[in-house]
């Protein structure tokens, strides 16, 4: 199976910046689509973005289109998630999750694997 581990969560004031990563192993990384989703107290999880296989293609939620990218480095089986412009409404934990297919996916369902998350809190 694919073991994924995020990390670089913390906490940040608003309209600050941090970037998410996503280690992965146990499998061929670039075979999988893979995808950031957000849970926040008493919400239900929700999806921030993806990206392809090749990383060609990239997927965004309307909330983080022009401050979020998600990118990937299959050389060293890692995702991203660079997240600028942060608002305090994106405090959550983030979570990465993987799918072995070759096109975007954006709900959580669709996903075969996923992390542990990482806790994200922005300050006013």
């Known amino acids: 199976q694919l073991q994924l581990v995020e990390s670089g969560g913390g906490l940040v004031q608003a309209g600050g910046s941090l970037r998410l990563s996503c280690a992965a192993s146990?499998?061929?990384?670039?075979?999988?689509?893979m995808g950031w989703f957000r849970q926040a107290p008493g919400k239900e999880r929700e999806f921030v973005a993806a990206?392809?296989?090749?990383?060609?293609?990239?997927y965004y939620a309307d909330f983080v289109k022009g401050r979020f990218t998600i990118s990937r480095d299959n050389a060293n089986n890692t995702v991203y998630l660079q997240m600028n412009s942060l608002k305090p409404e994106g405090t959550a934990v983030y979570y990465c999750?993987?799918?072995?297919?070759?096109?975007?996916?954006?709900?959580?369902?669709?996903?075969?694997?996923w992390g542990q998350g990482t806790q994200v809190t922005v300050s006013s």
């Open positions: 999750a993987a799918a072995p297919q070759r096109y975007i996916l954006t709900h959580s369902s669709e996903y075969d694997y």
């Open positions: 146990g499998r061929t990384f670039s075979s999988y689509a």
């Open positions: 990206i392809s296989w090749s990383g060609g293609s990239t």
